[in-house]
């Protein structure tokens, strides 16, 4: 007699053929999932024009895995602009009828494990309504960025009282969670401190990580060529990287995504910068290759995260620059696994002085550091933890 398989659902907004660090997480949860479990994804029908689209993506949607499109009505890809100038100043999310439409699906909770992916945090509001009566044998709630705790450190009093209200619903549903993961210390931080009732031992640690820990290295003489991967938004702090660009004329900048006009008007001055329309995930990796560095900055208010990006460096195999909160959970990585060069955004012309004068010889550490460590930090190791997680918890 043939025993069935566990059930693993998981609710994930984000998911291939978008082409974002959160799609590629869940994909990665199915990918690994779906060896042992009968794996099951609800994600809407509907995708907005405003997200980046990989159709290579899903190609790597195991067979096995069972998708099961949620029918939204989601607002026009105008109304979602509009939304995003505003976004820290209403409900967090513009398709209210995910949420709606969550807490009447019945469904997503018939599982022995369920993973639900944030954000948008409308996905818990959602399932705190559908798990009043019943839940699954395991509820893990997957946090890539903080909710409330990140809102109420904000300066804005508007957003503080707001918070208050959305922090109702998110106590609620993390008192309900038999797992919450968290993609830094500091975020865990976070939490035990802005909800002290919670049992910390059910907060964990899972990094973006590493996806493809075999990929080789394509050159690796210094060239001084670098990289920029990602979103253009100003919580990433890029006109620190654009000082960066000016004070060292030597080096040749790439930056890959989708540009805004007036990140274009910024850098007409420039000689030393290239820009690159949005690839798909494996023409990226291979221009990445090709580079000595991939840079990444944030502002200190973001000092909880590890941007994905910084996982993809490695997976490419080239060290990282970084200009960082120096108290920040990325600036510590860097520092501790020795994977690239890093400082705190007030200390950046110390940054430039170690990248004029760096030579081959301290490259080739830097190098070897950042190949030596993805293994530590691939994706793999992180669903071995969480497979021991369940398996704990079950």
């Known amino acids: 007699m043939k025993i069935p398989k566990p059930i693993m659902n998981i609710l994930a907004y984000n998911f291939p053929p978008v082409g974002l660090s959160g799609s590629l997480r869940n994909l990665f ?6 060896k042992k479990w009968e794996v099951k994804v609800f994600i809407p029908t509907r995708i907005s024009k405003l997200y980046r689209i990989d159709q290579s993506l899903v190609k790597k949607i195991p067979k096995s895995v069972k998708i099961t499109k949620i029918k939204t009505t989601a607002k026009s890809d105008i109304f979602n602009t509009i939304y995003a100038l505003f976004y820290t100043f209403s409900y967090p999310w513009p398709d209210l009828s995910w949420l709606k439409k969550i807490s009447q699906n019945k469904k997503i909770i018939d599982c022995d494990v369920l993973i639900v992916s944030t954000p948008p945090y409308s996905s818990l509001a959602g399932i705190a309504k559908l798990i009043i009566k019943h839940k699954p044998k395991q509820l893990i709630i997957d946090f890539r960025d ?22 109702k619903i998110e106590k609620k549903i993390i008192k309900k969670a038999d797992l919450i993961l968290v993609t830094s210390e500091i975020h865990k931080g976070w939490l035990i401190k802005d909800f ?7 907060i964990q640690v899972i990094y973006n990580g590493i996806i493809n820990t075999a990929r080789k290295k394509i050159k690796k003489k210094l060239s001084k060529k670098v990289i920029y991967a990602g979103s253009f938004s100003t919580s990433q702090n890029l006109e620190i990287i654009l000082y960066l660009v000016k004070k060292l004329p030597e080096y040749y900048f790439y930056f890959v995504g989708e540009h805004p006009k007036h990140f274009k008007n ?3 001055q420039f000689q030393n910068i290239k820009l690159v329309k949005y690839l ?26 590890i941007p994905a990006k910084i996982f993809e460096y490695l997976e490419a195999n080239i060290p990282i620059i970084g200009i960082l909160p120096p108290a920040g959970a990325a600036y510590s990585l860097i520092k501790k696994e020795k994977i690239g060069l890093v400082s705190a955004p007030e200390n950046i012309n110390s940054l430039i002085d170690d990248l004029t004068n760096l030579n081959q010889d301290q490259y080739n550490k830097l ?4 190949m030596g460590v993805k293994e530590k930090y691939s994706r793999e190791e992180q669903a071995k933890k969480l497979e021991k997680l369940i398996a704990k918890n079950l």
């Open 367 to 370: 190098l070897k550091n950042a």
């Open 146 to 167: 903080p909710w409330t705790s990140l809102h109420i450190r904000k300066k804005s009093i508007l957003l503080k009282i707001l918070s208050f209200w959305w922090r």
């Open 266 to 268: 910024k850098i007409k």
């Open 280 to 305: 798909t995930r494996e023409k990226l990796m291979k221009l990445q290759s090709e580079m000595d560095f991939g840079i990444a900055s944030l502002p200190n208010e973001f000092d909880y995260a």
């Open 196 to 202: 002290p009732r919670i049992d910390k031992n059910k």
């Open 29 to 34: 949860y199915a990918q690994y999932f779906s």
